[in-house]
């Protein structure tokens, strides 16, 4: 039974005990007033016969002529009987020999008459089998009972009327009419709050890759209606405009905002997890029972890198020595601090490892390799420290000249030998700042450096003729192969300082009678290929080669005195490449010499 049939018999059941207890009393209530009517009667006949009774002196005799002729005044089959105050017939117009009837002391009526001055009852006669509507009046010194014979007449006369019980079936029949039609408001709005929970269910199953046994049961047609797409545009005409209505539409209208707010929540779930996968860090989600709810491979990688078992279980964190301290803080149950950090070093890399307790007692451990930062950060205070002992040669060495000029008498060749040693110095500063200010520039602010054509065969006749002195104070030989038009979008300061520190280079540590060949050995599509090589002593110990491009590197201290120079020119050129797109090596050549292959982006 559906919803509609269930709410329709429980109304019927309840107004048809309704409209059966109605007609009932109805009923009971008519008869009394039709019996206490006809009690009336009985009881004008009894005055009556009461008065005749006083008229004609009251009791005489056993025989009651004065009662002997009423046929005319009352109906023909009326009885009528006198009774004493002890319960003996005395008279009764039916029944010829009284002196033989029982003893009516303990008859109903005479009961009833005894105690309220008058009683009825209906029963049958035993003096002559017969079943008569009995009614009994006390007066002074006896009883007086009239009574009517029960039969078909008496009968249709208490019968009530037909005429209530028709109004009652009509009022009835049009109650189930009004009650079905409630029922069916009722029932339509309930069934569009299942049709719409069954539609949410199926959507969610299938969300999910299941049926529901109840939604196959719902399909089957078990619930015969069938479902209702429940668009937003339309739930207002989905549902009726009453109160079951109202709340359906409540439903829909929350239901559907809060299936907006599940995909706003998977979205953002996504990106999540996407930049989790994405992130730089190693990561790990714990539920409070320290169970795996999410990692990315980064913190597997990590981990592995630092713990002595290399498999894929994140619970390796807990049971690793290398993470004592983070199992410690986690196990604390009485720690007052929801972030806990150390520092782990293992296999020559270093890791910063955090742990961040949430409210619900799960966490997140994550693990950062500073490799690099450390790197860089140990980078930047040799930088510091080669700058202040490259500062501190010259800055000495002008103190020295002018302390020299300025408290000793000097004659003026010797005061002009210090005056030219304190220029020197202030030569080789100037030098060292504009070198850090262009490795900066070209670090900081490329966008700076304006881009145009540059022909590299006249840059390099150009860098030619500017160092022709000191090349040939050395006795080295310049070369360029082969002599072709190679032209490059790029910086042309930038691109002669390349080529220029690079020939420094040669000039103070390559030694003399050297030939420096720039050739260009190979090109595609998007890049030049250069070397730039030299016939001279080289790097003998080859553990220096990579390191020749860092800042303030040389392989020993004694060349910056003996040849000069800021120690910044290699740094230079490598920043240089890299700001036209390319990169740069260095090897010792076979036949002797050094070799620098780089690129430069066509």
């Known amino acids: 039974m559906n919803y509609k049939q269930k709410l329709f018999l429980y109304f019927f059941v309840i107004f048809a005990l309704f409209t059966i207890g109605i007609y009932l009393f109805e009923q009971s209530r008519e008869r009394e007033h039709k019996t206490d009517a006809l009690e009336e009667k009985l009881d004008v006949y009894a005055n009556i016969v ?21 046929g005319d005044a009352f109906p023909e089959n009326l009885r009528v009987t006198l009774i004493n105050l002890q319960g003996n017939v005395l008279y009764d117009n039916e029944i010829e020999e009284t002196a033989q009837m029982e ?17 009825s009852d209906i029963r049958v006669s035993s003096s002559n089998e017969k079943e008569y509507l009995y009614y009994a009046k006390q007066f002074n010194d006896r009883y007086i009972r009239v009574a009517l014979p029960y039969d078909i007449q008496l009968r249709h006369f208490l019968q009530p009327d037909n005429l209530f019980l028709y109004f ?17 408001r009722f029932s339509k709005s309930i069934k569009q709050l299942r049709d719409f929970a069954y539609l949410m269910e199926n959507e969610t199953q299938e969300v999910k890759g299941e049926k529901h046994e109840s939604t196959k049961t719902r399909k089957s047609g078990i619930f015969p209606s069938p479902l ?28 559907l905002q809060l299936t907006e707010n599940k995909k706003e929540i998977a979205l953002e779930r996504e990106k999540l997890l996407q930049h989790v996968h994405s992130s730089d860090e190693g990561l790990c989600f714990f539920a409070a029972d320290k169970t795996v709810e999410f990692y990315n491979g980064l913190f597997i990688q990590d981990l592995n890198s630092i713990t002595d078992e290399t498999d894929s279980n994140p619970l390796n964190v807990f049971t690793d020595n290398a993470f004592e ?119 900081e602010a490329p966008q700076s450096f304006r881009l145009e054509t540059v022909d590299l065969g006249d840059l390099l006749t150009n860098l030619k003729s500017d160092m022709e002195i000191l090349l040939q104070e050395k006795s080295i030989k310049m070369e360029w192969k082969p002599n072709e038009k190679i032209v490059i979008q790029g910086n042309r300061n930038l691109l002669y300082s390349i080529f220029r520190n690079l020939t420094d280079n040669a000039i103070r540590y390559a030694g003399t009678n050297v030939n420096i060949l720039i050739k260009k050995y ?81």
């Open 325 to 443: 301290k983070i199992a410690s803080f986690i196990a604390n149950t009485e720690k007052t601090d929801s972030y806990f950090e150390t520092q782990i070093t293992k296999q020559g890399r270093d890791f910063v490892v955090r742990v961040n307790m949430f409210d619900d007692k799960s966490f997140e451990i994550s693990i950062n390799d500073i490799t690099k930062q450390e790197k860089t950060r140990r980078i930047k205070q040799e930088i510091t420290g080669n700058i202040t002992h490259e500062l501190r040669t010259p800055v000495t060495g002008i103190r020295g000249c002018l302390e020299t000029i300025l408290e000793h008498p000097l004659d003026p060749e010797k005061k002009q030998y210090f005056i030219q040693s304190a220029y020197n110095q202030v030569l080789v500063l100037s030098e060292l700042i504009q070198d850090m200010s262009l490795i900066t520039k070209i670090e």
């Open 103 to 119: 003893n009516h002391a303990q008859r109903p009526e005479i009961k009833a008459a005894r105690t309220k001055g008058k009683g």
């Open 168 to 184: 009652i079936i009509t009022f009835f029949v049009l109650m189930l009419l009004l009650i079905n039609w409630v029922a069916g």
């Open 50 to 70: 009461n008065a005749i009774l006083v008229d004609s002196g009251g009791l005489s005799g056993v025989t009651f002529p004065p009662l002997e002729g009423l």
């Open 228 to 255: 209702h797409p429940f668009a937003p545009s339309s739930i207002n005409s989905q549902f009726h405009k009453d109160e079951l209505g109202e709340i359906g539409k409540k439903i829909a209208e929350n239901y």
């Open 522 to 602: 190979n090109e595609d599509k998007d890049f030049y290929y250069f070397s730039y090589s030299d016939s001279g002593v080289g790097i003998p110990d080859e553990q220096h080669l990579s390191r020749l491009f860092e800042r303030f590197y040389r392989i020993n201290e004694g060349r910056t005195r003996d040849t000069g120079g800021s120690g910044l020119g290699l740094s230079i050129v490598k920043n240089a490449i890299a700001f036209h797109k390319g990169t740069i090596v260095a090897k010792n050549r076979a036949g002797g010499g050094l070799e620098f292959l780089f690129t430069l982006k066509k």
